[in-house]
Nanobody
Framework: QVEFVESGGGLVQPGGSLRLSCAAS????????MAWYRQFPGKEREMVAI????????KYADFVKGRFTISRDNLMSMVYLQMNSLKPEDTAVYYC????????WGQGTRVTVSP
């Protein structure tokens, strides 16, 4: 079965950095584009970043461009999100999933940006 386990969240001050990790299993990881989403309380999940099967197709939401970097390790079936220059409005639960088949979700990892 498809599974995602996100980690790396926590409490950070504005301007700080975090690196999120996602371990994927249950499917042929290298065949799928992957994505990070985030969710605010009471809101729908929103796309943060997408990475293609290689590293040639990367897209970011406008609100994270220049601050976040998505990457992947196909040998380890891992996806990463390096988050720099964090802002209080980045506070959310972050999830990874298959970019174009977002049917399965993990528990997410909570990021809190606060002084």
């Amino acid at each position: 079965q498809v599974e995602f386990v996100e980690s790396g969240g926590g409490l950070v001050q504005p301007g700080g950095s975090l690196r999120l990790s996602c371990a994927a299993s249950g499917f042929t990881f290298s065949n799928y584009a992957m994505a990070w989403y985030r969710q605010f309380p009471g809101k729908e999940r929103e796309m943060v970043a997408i990475i293609g099967t290689g590293v040639e197709n990367i897209k970011y939401a406008d609100f994270v461009k220049g601050r976040f970097t998505i990457s992947r390790d196909n040998l380890m079936s891992m996806v990463y999100l390096q988050m720099n220059s964090l802002k209080p409005e980045d506070t959310a639960v972050y999830y990874c999933t298959r970019a174009y088949q977002p049917d399965d979700w993990g528990q997410g990892t909570r990021v809190t940006v606060s002084p």
